[in-house]
Each structure stands twice: as structure tokens, then as C-alpha cells.
């Protein structure tokens, strides 16, 4: 029983970060009705620039967190720009296909700046672990936790509280309910994109942070865990994603301590596959009408 | 206020207007009919921006603004066709999000100015739009138009699917909205009901806009065929 709940604490830190991954998959496909698979490589760019910042300069946890902010954004824009805003908003599929391209483009240019394919990142500060009646919490996992709980407050606040989010959910609702609303649809979507950049650069960085090293193969690790989630949760619920991302985070450990690190993914995928059969709304019961739709 | 000068709007290559030129004052209302796809949503969505114009010119207050979005253009507000509201969003959402730009502060003082006229909607802020009646869902939309504090409002079809009462006081509504100066540019399916309140009117027949006269268009044997519903 105790290693139930410990494993269970175990994924809820893993979980945490996969829910800020697939908050960001949400964000922007909640608003877009767009799915971007280049999202896992643009927060490995800018892991990437913030390993770089490291490895160069010796610089700090804070001047690479600035450098992973900065890459990721640009990354995103990058993506933004021609595999969004240049096509038109009913072609969703030339959209992923647009992004798979780019997805493979930054993936090979960072493998080709980075010879060396894994780099050096600088850890997460010191905590002190944590043990309470047999369970045990190391300082990371703590520190990941608040992060993400940290993260996920200012978007609660951001969406369900400013102006700005107001906007964000009436064109997640009904695109042309925000146009009649006089939204400058064009300028949403684009901060949306920002946005869920920067929520997945947090993700990144408590990651590659923990491990203390990071490599090219981030993009698609990145790219599977938020999909995943994702679906899991309810594809385009805020709500869903944090359920999906803790759903993960806690069925891997458990299958990892109970059927080995070989037969995690089989578990993870017969999870997904399980859903998509019973829930194909996700946990958060997101009903796939249009009319229906809440991010 | 506005004037629209030789509008051709296109769909899918097609002309479906041609040439088309009218005006709206403050304090006046213009009536469009013409049959049912006739093509007077496609007109109207042209004029405000919201569909892209292949020919002509639209001014507002004699500034070009035919290539404007309709989000840039201040002082005008639509009505849509189908209400078009973000069904979660509660009628405060809905009503706040379409408010004046200049901070909350002022967005809320609009909110409450636009409540005085709907009293129903006031009682209802925290209700998803979603799950609004028919009427008090079309009431929403045209609170919505309002809240922005508009010189010139857009109706595409506003009683559209509403009872003959409530329908009564939409028509209500928009006279009063002329008495307050506002420019109204209409299309109903009850074209009696609409030319009734017309300064101006217009048929659009054929992809051309036609001027004719309101009184003498509401005695005419073949217009409730025509346009009603």
C-alpha cells in the first residue's frame, strides 16, 4: 500500500510538468482548433539556447530559464508565423503538416549546432527532501511541483480574470462570436501562441533543470507526453490537460514499479487507447460539437 | 455617416453583388430586402468588414475604411444573423467582452448603461448565453451591439425565429434606438414590419441594389411572397 502512495506522489511531480506540456498543446489548440506538433521542439530550442548560455558562459539556472524563455518564444513565433497565420484558418490539417515540417527542421538544426547531442544544463537549487510516515519527497520533485502549481494560478488567473482571457475563451467558444464581438482574432491567436510557449518553456526548464542535461530528442519526448495528456484529459480543456497530465504522471510510475521501465509505455499507450475507445470526450468529458466546447 | 459606393462582393468567385452603393445617417434607418439568398447577409458583411470587398468603396464618417477590419471600426456594432453568441461565456462575459475599449473600469460603467434597457438580461448576468430562451438570447445579441456605444448598428434578421411579441418589441427597440440618433441598417424576414419603421429602403434583386419607397413596397401584392417568412 505504501508503494501505491508513493508512487502516486512520485507521479503527481512527474504528472505536474506533462500538465503544464499539455496545457500548452490546450492553449493553443483550444483556441485555434489547430494542433501543433512543433510544440515540443520549439521548448527544445529554447532548452537549447539556455544549455547554450550555460555551456558558454557558465552562466546560472536564472540566465538560462531567460535564455530557454527567449528561444522558446522565438521558436514559437517562427512556427506561429508560417504554420498558422499564413494558412488559412479552415486548412487545420495543412497547419500540422506545416508544423511536422518545421517540427523536423528545428529538430535537425539544433542536432546540427549541438554535435554533441547531449548537453549540460544547470540543476534545479538545492531543497531539502521531504519524509512523511514512510513517504518520501525528494527537494526536486517539490520544487517542480510549486512551479507548475505556481504556473497554473497565474493561467487561472490570466484566462478567467483579465480582459485578455476573456477574449481567449469567447474565441475558443465560437471564432465567429469574437468577430461579431469586434476581437481582433489575429492578435489572440498570436498571444495565445506566446503564451502557451512560455507555459511550455516552464515545463522544459523544470525538466531539463531535474536531469541536469538535455538533448535533441526532447522535441519529440516533449511533443508525445503533452499529446498524450492531452487526450487523455479531453482534447481543448484547460481543465482536462492538469487531469490528463496527473493521470500520466501517476499510471507511468505505477507501471514502472510494478511492471518494469520496459512495459511503461505499453501501459501509457493501452491507457490512451483505452480512452479514446471509452472517453473519446477525455476525463473532462469535452463534447467534440462545436457548440460544446469550454477551454 | 455612411456611405457605400459601388460595392462588387464576390463568393467563391461568383459575383453575388454588383455595383451596390446606399447610406446611413444617425438617426435613420435603412431597410434591405430582396428574397431569401438574395445575397443581403453577403452585402452586409461586406460593409462592415467582416467579408473582403472586390469593388468600391465603403466610408465611415467620410474616412475610408473599406479594407478595415471590422474589429478596428469604431462606432460600428452588428447584430448577426443566428445571434452568434460564445455559448459558455455568461451574459456579463458576453456583454463585457464587446464593451468600449479604456479599461474596466469604464467597461463596466457600459455594462450597467446597457442594462437599464434590458432588465430581463440584468437578472440573468451569470447565465451561460447558451442557455438563454430564444428572445432573450436575440436580446443579448442586440445588447451586445450596444454596450459598445454605436453610431451605426447593423441588424441582419433580428427577429429571426422570435414569438410575434417578442418580435413587436425588437421593432420597438430599434425605433427607439433612432430616437437616440443612431443609424440602423436592417434586413428582416417581416419586411412589413421592417419597411414600417424604414427612412430609406432598398431591394436587392438579381445582385443589384434597387432604391424604392418604403410606403409604397408595404402595399405591394408580391412582397409578402417575396421576403417573409
New interface residues.
Partial sequence: MLDLVQNTLDGIAAGSAYALLAIGFTLIFGVMRRLNIAFGPSIMVGIFLGAWVHVQWSAGLIEAALATFIGALLASIYIERLSFAAIRGDAALASMASSFALWMQLEQGVSLAFPGRTTAFPTLPPLPDIQIAGLFLGGDDLLVLLSAGLVLLVLHRLIYHSHFGLEMRALADSAEAAAVSRININRVAFLTFCLAALVGAVAGLLIAATDGQITPKFGLWATMKGLIAMMIGGLGSLRGALLGGLVLGIVEAQAQWYLGAAAREIVVYGLLFLCLIVLPGGIAGVRDTGAERKL | MLEVKGLTVTWRGESVIDDASFSVQPGEIVVLTGANGSGKSSLIRAVIG?TPVKRGRVLWHGREVTKQ?????DGM??V?EGR??????TVE??L???AGRGG?KK?HADLQNTLHRFPILAARLGQPA?TLSGGEAQMLSLA?ALV?RPRLIVLDEPTLGLSPAAAKDAFSMMNGLRDDGIGLLLTDQDSRAALALADRAFVLEDRRLRPITPTDHKTSKQEPTACSA
Fill in positions: 467582416l477590419p471590422f474589429h478596428k471600426r456594432a452588428l448577426p452568434q453568441l460564445a455559448p459558455t461565456l462575459e458576453t463585457l467582452l464587446s474596466a467597461r447558451g451586445r459598445g
